[in-house]
């Protein structure tokens, strides 16, 4: 079992940055893969990147090359790193872990413990 806590959320203009932490509780952290996952208003829950416990990563094109997904094993913590953010970009966002095969994919469904979530806004 692990426990998932996000914070780093906020309101930020267009073109800001901001950087979300997942914080994770028990000894899960170097057994399972983490990822982040945004849901919008009146939108299915996406993923957004993920990290292996090896620091391998996968991310949604619609981010790459704007988010940064990192992790701190002495911390237990992983970070996203959002930069160029856009009013597309509110939602949302949990961390959530997997141990499955596929967690390249960042399927919601693969992934099993999820934290309460963060909100980002995004203004224009």
């Known amino acids: 079992q692990v426990q998932l806590v996000e914070s780093g959320g906020g309101s930020v203009q267009a073109g800001g940055s901001l950087r979300l932490s997942c914080a994770t509780s028990?000894?899960?952290?170097?057994?399972?893969?983490i990822g982040w996952f945004r849901q919008a208003p009146g939108k299915e829950r996406e993923g957004v990147a993920v990290?292996?416990?090896?620091?391998?990563?996968s991310y949604a094109d619609s981010v790459k090359g704007r988010f940064t997904i990192s992790k701190d094993n002495a911390k237990a913590t992983v970070y996203l790193q959002m930069d160029s953010l856009q009013p597309v970009d509110t939602g949302m966002y949990y961390c959530?872990?997997?141990?499955?095969?596929?967690?390249?994919?960042?399927?919601?469904?693969?992934?099993?413990?999820w934290g309460q979530g963060t909100q980002v806004t995004v203004s224009s």
């Open positions: 028990g000894n899960a952290f170097n057994r399972y893969h």
């Open positions: 959530a872990t997997t141990q499955s095969l596929l967690w390249i994919l960042r399927r919601k469904s693969d992934f099993v413990y």
């Open positions: 990290i292996t416990n090896d620091g391998r990563t």
